[in-house]
């Protein structure tokens, strides 16, 4: 099992940018890959970008391609979102996961979430 810490949300205009963290701590080796979801009022979580562990695999969803980078830095557990051109559409809780454990029996650990506000 791993604790997952996300920080770096806030209040920023459209077209601004934000930068989003999350360090993991515990059974960090058993880490597969990391990613962040957000979640809009009175909408269900999305995934928004995902990234393997040991792997170059790196997912976005349509929305933010192009405008958002994942990236990852192993040694210490902690996974990054670096969000550009932010729209108020991006506006919404952001959460890190980490899927973690052998491959057959993954399971998945979320952060307590950080609130994203883009005004227009």
């Known amino acids: 099992q791993v604790q997952l810490v996300e920080s770096g949300g806030g209040l920023v205009q459209a077209g601004g940018s934000l930068r989003l963290s999350c360090t993991a701590s515990?059974?960090?080796?058993?880490?597969?890959?990391m990613a962040w979801y957000r979640q809009a009022p009175g909408k269900e979580r999305d995934i928004v970008s995902s990234?393997?562990?040991?792997?170059?695999?790196?997912y976005y969803a349509d929305s933010v391609k192009g405008r958002f980078t994942i990236s990852r830095e192993n040694a210490k557990s902690a996974v990054y979102l670096q969000m550009n051109n932010l729209k108020p559409e991006d506006t919404a809780i952001y959460y890190c996961?980490?899927?973690?454990?052998?491959?057959?029996?993954?399971?998945?650990?979320w952060g307590q979430g950080t609130q994203v506000t883009v005004s227009s």
């Open positions: 996961n980490a899927m973690v454990g052998p491959d057959s029996s993954l399971m998945g650990s």
């Open positions: 515990g059974a960090t080796f058993s880490i597969k890959s």
């Open positions: 990234i393997a562990w040991n792997t170059d695999y790196i």
